[in-house]
């Protein structure tokens, strides 16, 4: 790689972050975390065929269910190193108690697109996830490659119970209810075994700790992670007495 090309993607990566404080730091909805119990969800972006046969799985297998973020225009879509899931698939997860989010139907980064297109874009996908079941309340929403949008923050805030970033911090306190804290479970897998430390740490201080993930199997993206990595990760959760929880079922509970 040139050093031009290296100077380039960091320039890239400090914008990405500036906007990330900027949008965390001027929310235009806030939730007060303030749970008795320690509470963790597991959820899943773009939702590739492994995340229904392997982590629906596991989490079906422990009496939980998770919050699985849709694409539309992803579905049924092969690529090199993953399969994403079909509408049959998505059908599959609602029968089951599984919640269906939103992840834009073109999973574009939202601060690129205008109001109208970003609008027309949610409308489609929320159409979408309508005909595969029809949602109680608001849907609950995540963002693409985790990126928000300080000039469409009011549009999340109207629209979602909530929209989840990354930053890998757990939900304490006053936070965002357009840009949640999520916390990544990727490879390697030493490194997202490590993440029962974040389990101990929301059991000794009860907020809410939302996981996402990609694909899961013995071969993950770097992106995923695999079934023995999940299966602790869920596992050590429910025994060491967390709620564990869609994200639509935990806010039922994380303010007091």
Not at 56 to 61: H, Y
Not at 97 to 114: A, K, N
Not at 137 to 160: C, E, V
Request: charged share 25%; net charge positive.
């Amino acid at each position: 790689m040139s050093l031009l090309s290296k100077v380039s993607g960091k320039l890239v990566y400090l914008r990405e972050r500036v906007a990330e404080r900027a949008v965390r730091a001027l929310p235009a909805s806030t939730l007060n975390v303030a749970c008795r119990r320690p509470i963790v969800s597991f959820t899943f972006d773009d939702v590739p065929c492994t995340a229904l046969s392997a982590g629906a799985k596991i989490l079906e297998e422990n009496g939980v269910r998770g919050t699985f973020y849709i694409a539309g225009g992803l579905l049924n879509r092969v690529e090199p190193d993953r399969n994403i899931i079909s509408e049959e698939g998505c059908r599959e997860l609602a029968a089951a108690g599984h919640e269906l989010g939103c992840h834009t139907f073109g999973h574009e980064i939202v601060h690129t697109l205008s109001g109208r297109a970003l609008r027309d874009n949610l409308n489609r996908n929320g159409a979408l996830l309508d005909s595969f079941e029809p949602p109680f309340t608001k849907r609950n929403f995540a963002y693409p490659y985790n990126q928000g949008s300080l000039r469409h923050r009011q549009l999340f805030a109207d629209r979602y119970q909530t929209a989840r970033g990354g930053g890998d911090r757990i939900n304490r306190g006053k936070v965002n209810r357009g840009f949640l804290w999520g916390m990544e479970i990727r490879q390697p897998e030493q490194d997202a075994l490590a993440l029962v430390r974040q389990i101990d740490d929301v059991v000794r201080e009860p907020g809410w700790l939302v996981f996402f993930t990609h694909d899961v199997s013995d071969t993950p993206t770097p992106y995923g992670c695999t079934p023995s990595t999940f299966s602790t990760l869920v596992r050590y959760a429910i025994s060491s007495g967390c709620l564990v929880l869609p994200v639509r079922d935990a806010l039922q509970h994380v303010e007091s």
